[in-house]
Structure formats: structure tokens, C-alpha cells
């Protein structure tokens, strides 16, 4: 079964600190994706890849950044995080572009 | 800006009742239109999906109506179960991207 797994349901981390949230996937998907989903808002595009070392900014990359030097992990990185980025963190891949995605459990980021 | 509108915001059905929720656009590149069920402590699941040139789509209980000339696509739950108390996304695909309504909290009661 396709899998997308994200390495934690829940953090906390104080303000100002560095955060990584890593995404694997193991189905040789090509793009890889990073949402925010807060209430009222729904999903919102942080960063995508559709290659290795490809990035590309989303709809809402202010404060991020991303790494994928292998094609099966995608992580998103929070350079000094702030309290605004307190939110649920979904990772979604696809095989490639006409494909559907496949997400994550999310990682609940609380930033304190 | 809101690329596809999501309404309700929430919605509570009795059992054996029907959910309708409700997604508009106004980009007419879109060109695929999928809903995704999302349960709590989980990620968005492909729930049905629907493309353009259909008006309906129907999968068991989950139905998908599409009307191309008001833009507007809506699911319906026929004969509702607790279970699938969840919240519900719509979504519509230009080109590569995805854009998702803001969610339904659907509760159903027994």
C-alpha cells in the first residue's frame, strides 16, 4: 500500500527555534508537496517538488524553506519559527502531474 | 483569495438523512474536481472525483453534481452513517496545481 509518512504527529517548539518537518514517501513518486491546513482556511500550498533538488514556491512561502536531496523525501524547514506558523502540516505526494495525491497523517506544529 | 468556495462550514445530518456540501469556482481551466474525506489524526483521502464533461458521478453512497455552466459542483451522502462523520474537502486541479475549499466539519447523529 502506498505510504507517505511524516515523522512527527506533534511538536512543540519555542519561537525563534529552527524546525524541520520531514515527509518520506515510498512509491518513486516524482512531486512532493507541503500544506498548512488551518481552520477556516483549508489547505494551503507552501512549497512543491516535482524532482529532486527542484523547488518551487506555493501560494504561502513566506518563513519556509525546503530540502529534497533524494527523490523520496521532502522537508520543509521553518527558519525561525514564529507563532503565526502554529498549524497542522500536511506532506502529499503524487507520481506525476495528472495523478492524484496521496497525503500524510500531518504533523501538528505548535510554536510557543 | 479564495480560488474555490467551500460551503458550509459545517454541517450536522441525522442518520439515514443526506449531506449536501457545496464548492463554486470562477477559473474555467479547471479541469478535474476531486472531494476528499479527512478524518481526525489522519491526512485527506480521495473520497470521488469528478472531470467536466460528466454532470454526475456516483460511488455508492457518495454522489458528485456538476454544473459546468454556474460552476458549481456539489457531494451528497446519500443515506448518511455515522461514520462518515468527517471533514470534507473539495478541490479543483489547473494544470499541475490544486486548489482546496476551506472544509465541512460533517457530523452525523445517531
Known amino acids: 500500500d502506498v505510504k507517505v509518512t511524516q515523522s512527527s504527529r506533534y511538536l512543540v517548539k519555542r519561537t525563534g527555534e529552527k524546525v524541520f518537518l520531514e515527509c518520506v514517501q515510498d512509491?518513486?513518486?516524482?512531486?512532493m508537496f507541503w500544506y498548512r491546513q488551518d481552520p477556516g482556511l483549508g489547505l494551503r500550498l507552501i512549497y512543491f517538488s516535482y524532482d529532486v533538488k527542484m523547488k518551487e514556491k506555493g501560494d504561502i512561502p513566506e518563513g519556509y524553506s525546503v530540502s529534497r536531496e533524494k527523490k523520496e523525501r521532502f522537508s520543509l524547514i521553518l527558519e525561525s519559527a514564529s507563532t503565526n506558523q502554529t498549524s497542522m502540516y500536511l506532506c502529499?505526494?503524487?507520481?506525476?502531474?495528472?495523478?492524484?495525491?496521496?497525503f500524510g497523517s500531518g504533523t501538528r506544529l505548535t510554536v510557543v | 483569495q479564495q480560488q474555490v468556495k467551500q460551503s458550509p462550514q459545517s454541517l450536522i445530518v441525522q442518520k439515514g438523512g443526506i449531506s449536501i456540501i457545496n464548492c463554486a469556482y470562477e477559473?474555467?481551466?479547471?479541469?478535474?474536481f476531486p472531494w476528499y474525506q479527512q478524518f481526525p489524526g489522519k491526512g485527506p483521502a480521495l473520497l470521488i472525483a469528478i472531470r467536466p464533461d460528466v454532470s454526475e458521478k456516483k460511488e455508492g453512497r457518495f454522489t458528485i453534481s456538476f454544473n459546468k455552466s454556474a460552476k458549481q459542483f456539489s457531494l451528497h451522502i446519500m443515506d448518511s452513517q455515522p461514520g462518515d462523520s468527517a471533514t470534507y474537502f473539495c478541490?479543483?486541479?489547473?494544470?499541475?496545481?490544486?486548489?482546496f475549499g476551506t472544509g465541512t466539519s460533517l457530523t452525523v447523529i445517531p
Open positions: 502529499a505526494s503524487r507520481l506525476r502531474q495528472g495523478y492524484g495525491y496521496t
Open positions: 512509491m518513486d513518486h516524482e512531486n
Open positions: 478541490a479543483a486541479r489547473s494544470g499541475n496545481q490544486f486548489y
Open positions: 477559473n474555467t481551466a479547471f479541469d478535474y
